[in-house]
Each structure stands twice: as structure tokens, then as C-alpha cells.
């Protein structure tokens, strides 16, 4: 419900507006919403990666082996 009324009174453009012309005002109200945040985190966040690209020989790192002289003779 509170993003419909903020919605009908003008929206992000209208408080972006209203921060503009009341600076003082709006650090107000910004330090108070950051403090609200604070009291609702639950510890660190956690990022979990999944890996969607199959398995191919990069993946060991097999695929260069920097010691082999072959190799860089067969690129010549």
C-alpha cells in the first residue's frame, strides 16, 4: 500500500523534487531509513555462485601446459 500512495503523490520524480528543495529535510529522513535498514539486517549477506558452463578442458587448466617446448615449436 505505501508504494501506491507514494505512486499517487508524485512518485520518484516528485521526491526527488521535494529532496532538492529541502536538503536538510531529506538527510533527516535518509539517516532515519538507513538506521530502520540497520536494525533489520541479519548478519552478512551470502553469495552463493552456481557454475552453468560445462566442464572442458580449461577448466583443469590442462589445455596450456607453459613447459611444453612441443607445443611451442608446433605453433612455428
Wanted: hydrophobic share 30%; glycine share 8%.
Amino acid at each position: 500500500m505505501n508504494n501506491a500512495v507514494f505512486d499517487l503523490i508524485g512518485g520518484v520524480s516528485r521526491y526527488a523534487l521535494w529532496a532538492r528543495q529541502n536538503p536538510g529535510g531529506y538527510c533527516k529522513l535518509r539517516a532515519r531509513m538507513d538506521s530502520e535498514a540497520e536494525k533489520t539486517t541479519q548478519g552478512p549477506a551470502v553469495v552463493q555462485i552456481i557454475n552453468s558452463v560445462p566442464d572442458s578442458p580449461l577448466s583443469s587448466g590442462s589445455a596450456i601446459d607453459p613447459d611444453d617446448e612441443e607445443s611451442e615449436d608446433s605453433e612455428e
